[in-house]
């Protein structure tokens, strides 16, 4: 069976309906991270005009998931239990750059770190995340 980061690096972002729909590339698939990145479009901004938090969020999960699936098993997937996202730097314009790593992997429960930078560098949010592992 073929998992997701295999069809990932095959397909690239298609293997992802979210991904192609964004616009989210794929920096990094391996030691143990995730890296993404989006250029930021005037349609992701809040009506204040900065990119909207949830957006923060979805690219700190999919950079965690990314180093995640990188301990998985054959036969092991995955399901989100608990995040929680410190919003820290608007943007509205340039690049977000997220990267995702495992903090540590158990046998049910997996936890995960994430991290959202402008194009500059700076840290913009800071998620950690939670998954239940289960067997196929």
């Not at 690219?59 to 699936?69: F, K, Q």
Request: with cysteine; aromatic share 8%; net charge negative.
């Amino acid at each position: 069976m073929t998992s997701y980061l295999d069809r990932l690096r095959a397909e690239g972002e298609r293997a992802n309906p979210f991904f192609a729909w964004m616009g989210v590339r794929v920096l990094r698939t391996d030691g143990g991270e995730g890296e993404i990145e989006i250029q930021v479009r005037p349609e992701f901004g809040n009506g204040e005009g900065w990119v909207q938090g949830g957006l923060y969020t979805a690219l700190a999960d999919e950079a965690i998931v990314l180093a995640v699936y990188q301990t998985l098993e054959e036969g092991e997937t995955i399901a989100t239990i608990t995040e929680s996202t410190a919003f820290l730097r608007g943007v509205n314009a340039g690049t977000l750059r997220a990267v995702g790593r495992v903090v540590k992997r158990g046998r049910r429960v997996i936890f995960g770190e994430g991290q959202v930078f402008d194009g500059e560098g700076r840290l913009c949010s800071s998620t950690t995340a939670s998954y239940a592992v289960s067997r196929r």
